[in-house]
């Protein structure tokens, strides 16, 4: 299990348990988004009988999505869950609460990054409703090919935090 993002990734190591110690890497602190998709490929290989998992925020898909290439060339089934809030949510947020309002936070409304996934030669779709995420998920565990599920979610949800992280 791999995140690559900002409260989407909060929300997964609040919610998501990983099924082994070592099975659970995130950018951390201060982490560099866009990491994810290099080091979804490094567990792909370690791990050739695991099933890869790797959250991505709609923001981290701006910094690395072109590397789906990689995964395509090499054949490297990951399944990709894209938290599509339409903004840099660790961003837009923490904004409002310090300032009270928010700068060039938001993204392109709902873009289609499993077509995007699709037009490099992984398999991909959309989810709009929560009761259709867990079928989407069966498919592309099931699919034995890189597998973007891109979620739309909500902008207004803010991940609770206590502090700034400063
Ligand atoms: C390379 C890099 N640039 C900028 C940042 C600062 N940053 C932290 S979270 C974030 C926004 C994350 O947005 P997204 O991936 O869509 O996650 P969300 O918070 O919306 O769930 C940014 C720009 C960073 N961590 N790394
Ligand atoms: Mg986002």
């Known amino acids: ?28 602190p201060y982490g560099c988004l866009g990491a994810g998709l290099g080091a979804a490929m490094a567990a792909r290989i370690a791990r050739p009988s695991a099933q890869v998992v790797l959250l991505l925020g709609d923001g981290a898909v701006g910094m690395s999505l072109m590397d789906v290439d990689t995964l395509v060339r090499h054949q ?47 398999a991909g779709e959309a989810v709009t409703k929560p009761e259709d995420i867990g079928a989407a998920l069966d498919r592309a565990f099931a699919s034995g090919v890189p597998y973007l599920v891109n979620v739309m979610t909500d902008p207004e949800a803010a991940y609770p935090r206590a502090t700034t992280g400063v």
Not at 10 to 19: D, L, Q, T
Not at 85 to 102: A, V
């Open 1 to 28: 299990m791999i995140g690559d993002g900002g409260d989407f990734v909060s929300f997964a190591g609040r919610y998501v348990e990983p099924a082994r110690p070592g099975g659970w890497l995130d950018p951390g």
């Open 76 to 122: 490297l089934p990951v399944v990709m869950v894209v938290g599509n809030n339409s903004c840099w949510g660790l961003e837009k947020h923490p904004m409002r609460f310090l300032y009270g309002y928010d700068v060039a936070t938001d993204l392109a409304p709902q873009t289609a990054y499993d077509e995007v996934a699709q037009a490099l030669g992984a």
